[in-house]
């Protein structure tokens, strides 16, 4: 499935965006998909470190594992 999205650029960044693009042998909408993606993954790994971070307390990690049980059942309940 493709979403479109709209985005408001100012010329010169639009200008770089294509010269980026072109130069990576992209467009300007893979190089946005791949900035998306891009920060996606940098903010998962970022909440894993914070569960790593917090691995040596206890009841933290029983918690966050009993939400994210509770959130998996929920979406496996309701699609």
Not at 2 to 8: D, R
Not at 21 to 30: P, Q
Request: glycine residues 6%; proline residues 3%.
């Amino acid at each position: 499935m493709t979403t479109k999205i709209g985005i408001s650029l100012p010329d010169s960044t639009y200008a770089r965006a294509v010269e980026a693009a072109k130069d990576s042998g992209t467009t300007v909408s893979g190089l946005v998909n791949e900035a998306l993606l891009a920060e996606l993954t940098r903010r998962g790994v970022a909440a894993h470190v914070a569960m790593l971070a917090e691995a040596d307390d206890p009841d933290r990690l029983a918690a966050r594992a009993t939400a994210r049980t509770a959130a998996l059942a929920d979406w496996k309940r309701n699609g």
